[in-house]
Structure formats: structure tokens, C-alpha cells
């Protein structure tokens, strides 16, 4: 993992010291955003500036919203549902509550409180409750070599509660502990993996992390760093044989040149599991994937399965409107049973556009190819916005 960030580092000139010695940089208004190559239209601005204001305040505001895209891939280019979020006592304590389904069926429906202002807004703790159902996921059994064109399907049930807290010892690190349970059920569709397969069990996750974050805007980063490293257990309180280890560690770098107006952004992301004892297994839905939007654009979601994974992401950006972007990307990275069996022999490569304010991506429209041919892929997000960072809930099955 060192060498990956090192290198990472050094494709884009980037030194982690800097950046934190400056911190994340102001907040810029939509007077100083980088202008395209071509002179946007009115019409275009006002639209894009509506949508920042009404949708781009995240946990700030009160009331009732939409809850858009708070599904895993997947479930289709469209999820949406009602919410409802408040602060009360001062801002010291917060509510949310929503439901969602997506254009494919999937369903969740999610509450949570949290407490952000101890130790003087230094440590927040907090609650979540999650039940999402989710009826056909994509699965091509195990390891890197496996074939797209006999896939099995298989449905999963979940209940997810989880207690967490978050220490910021400064405003651009996160040291987080969490502590769950969660009763995944999964149940056999069609395909020739998994037959009659159908499983009940228990799990009791644990996660620490830490987290350094300079990026300028998590839901269209321009500028800035995200370091994280993740160590994690899942007790297997049904039988044991399924109990695990994983560790995360993971980097990205956003560098913008010519004023903003390109932005070279680069992502690097490992996973690996073990098994905590001799013989035993860790869970298929549980096991690192890789393949879709957030990982290897030129595969379906969830093509490859299996205990280790790494990928790394390069993307270039250049501003044809101020709030619309051309991006050329190229991704590579495998799956394998050995961390010292992976390499990056899968790739993929490709291009399209990001629509934009100047915090929020809300489309993104790529057109992408691997080995197994192109795809076309429309989402409301930024690929490289990396949202398992603000989870606050262990995700079942494993989201890429």
C-alpha cells in the first residue's frame, strides 16, 4: 500500500505535508469557478446554481428532502424516496429518517441520530438502523478468470444497527470506531452458481479507520487528498466458520492545473479479507468485488469476486462549460486469493461528461470498454466521490 500511495503521489507532483499545512481551500462562490472552453449559456448557470442551493447543503438544512441515489450499485441510474432531517438543542443533535426504492425494486428505508458537538465539535457519536432489500444482485462466482455469460442472480434482507463515534483531532482527519449487527439473508434466484443456495446468519461487525481528507468538495472534488486505512471484524455468531478480518487501505489525489480548468484526478483502493479460522470462509456477499461505476467502468457491477482486490482509477477533466466537464479515464486492477497473486491485468478505458455545480456532481454520463466490450453508464454522482468514506453503517452486501 506505501508503494501504491508513493506513486500515486508522485504521478501528480502531489506532497501530503503541503496540502495539510494549507488545509482545504475556501469555499469558492460561482463568480470564481473555472470558465469552460466554450461561454455556457444563461439558462444553464441559473439551473445548475438552483440545483446547489436546493440540493447541494447535505446535513445543513431542516425539513423534508429526496433521498436520491443512497443505494448500492446495482439498483439502477435512478433510486429516490422522502426523508426527513432536523437539528434540535443548538445544532448539538441531529435526526434523519428516509425510504427509498430504486427503477430496479430495490428498497431501503434508513434512521439514524447523532450527537457531533463533544469535546467541543471534536468528537460526535451516534446510532444508525438500516433495512434494505435488495431482490437480484449480479454474481459470477469466484476469481478473476470467471465467465460474464452464464451469471447466477440472488436476493439479499437485511436489518443493520450500528453505534459509532468520530474523534477530529483537526478539520481534515477523521478517527472513527464503529459496532454493529446485522442478519444478512440471502436466497438463491436463477443462474448456475448458488442452486438452492440460502443462508441465515448473524454477524457482529467492528471497524476502526482513520482518515486524512483535504479534498475542497466530497461530491465534486477539484482539489485535495483523501488517505484512509480500515481495519475490520465480522463475528460470525451463527456458526463461527464464516468469521473474518479485513483490511482497507486506500488513496486519491485531485490536481488542478490551468487555473481549474483541468483536473487530473488518480485513485488507488485495496481490499483484503481472511478468514479468522482454520477451514473456514468468508461470506460470497461479503468477499471484495470489483467491476461497475465506482471501480472497472468497462465491466458490469460486481464481475469479480474474491478474498483480495485493487484497483487504481486515472481520470483527466477539462471544463467545456464552467459546469460541465469532457472526462478521458482509464481503470485498471484484478481480484485473486493472494494478496501476492494480484496485479492489474484487467482494464478498462474510456470517456464522458460530468454535469456540475461547484460542490455536487449530479450526472455523469460514461461510455467505457474492457475486454468484454463497451458500456454505456449514466449515474446522479461523481464516480471518484468515494461515499463509503461517510457511511455510517456496515453495507451487505460489500459495495465496491
Known amino acids: 500500500m506505501k508503494l501504491l500511495l508513493r506513486c500515486a503521489f508522485a504521478l501528480i507532483g502531489f506532497h501530503p505535508a503541503a496540502a495539510l499545512a494549507q488545509g482545504p481551500p475556501a469555499v469558492p462562490s460561482s463568480a470564481t469557478e473555472p470558465r469552460g472552453i466554450v461561454a455556457e449559456p444563461g439558462v444553464i448557470t441559473r439551473a445548475v446554481l438552483f440545483a446547489d442551493r436546493q440540493l447541494g447543503q447535505g446535513d445543513l438544512t431542516n425539513g423534508i428532502y429526496v433521498d436520491r441515489g443512497n443505494m448500492m450499485p446495482g439498483a439502477g441510474w435512478l433510486s429516490a424516496g422522502p426523508g426527513y432531517k432536523h437539528w434540535y438543542g443548538k445544532d448539538s443533535l441531529f435526526v434523519d429518517g428516509s425510504a427509498a426504492m430504486s427503477v430496479k425494486g430495490y428498497r431501503m428505508a434508513q434512521a439514524r441520530v447523532e450527537a457531533p458537538r463533544f469535546l467541543k465539535s471534536r468528537l460526535g457519536v451516534g446510532a ?3 433495512w434494505q432489500d435488495f431482490g437480484r444482485v449480479d454474481y459470477f462466482d469466484i476469481g478473476p478468470a470467471t465467465s460474464r455469460d452464464n451469471p447466477s442472480r440472488y436476493g439479499i434482507e437485511a436489518t443493520l444497527l450500528t453505534a459509532y463515534a468520530t474523534l477530529r483531532p483537526a478539520r481534515w482527519m477523521d478517527i472513527k470506531g464503529q459496532i454493529g449487527w446485522m442478519n444478512p439473508v440471502t436466497n438463491y434466484v436463477d443462474g448456475p452458481f448458488l442452486a438452492r443456495f440460502v443462508s441465515r446468519r448473524e454477524f457482529v461487525p467492528m ?29 460470525d455468531r451463527t456458526t463461527g466458520a464464516q468469521s473474518f478480518d479485513q483490511v482497507e487501505g486506500e488513496a486519491a489525489g485531485f490536481l488542478p492545473i490551468g487555473g481549474g480548468r483541468v483536473v487530473l484526478a488518480l485513485h488507488g483502493w485495496y481490499v483484503g479479507t481472511n478468514p479468522r479460522n482454520p477451514g473456514g470462509s468468508v461470506p460470497f456477499y461479503l468477499q471484495p468485488s470489483l467491476g461497475g461505476f465506482t471501480t472497472m467502468r468497462g465491466y458490469t457491477d460486481y464481475r469479480f469476486h474474491d478474498d483480495q482486490m485493487v484497483v487504481a482509477n486515472a481520470e483527466v477533466r477539462l471544463a467545456l462549460l464552467t459546469h460541465l466537464d469532457l472526462a478521458t479515464f482509464v481503470d485498471a486492477g484484478n481480484v485473486a486469493p493472494r494478496r501476492s497473486d494480484l496485479n492489474f491485468d484487467r482494464r478498462s478505458y474510456g470517456v464522458g461528461f460530468r454535469l456540475h455545480t461547484r460542490r455536487e456532481t449530479f450526472a455523469t454520463i460514461d461510455m467505457a470498454r474492457g475486454d468484454e466490450g463497451w458500456r454505456f453508464l449514466f449515474r446522479l454522482k461523481d464516480p471518484l466521490s468515494l461515499g463509503r468514506l461517510d457511511k455510517r453503517t456496515t453495507l451487505v452486501p460489500f459495495v465496491p
Open 128 to 130: 444508525s438502523a438500516r
Open 207 to 235: 471497524e476502526a479507520s482513520a482518515t486524512i481528507d483535504t479534498r475542497d468538495f466530497p461530491g465534486h472534488p477539484t482539489s485535495g487528498i483523501v488517505l484512509r486505512g480500515v481495519a475490520a471484524r465480522y463475528d
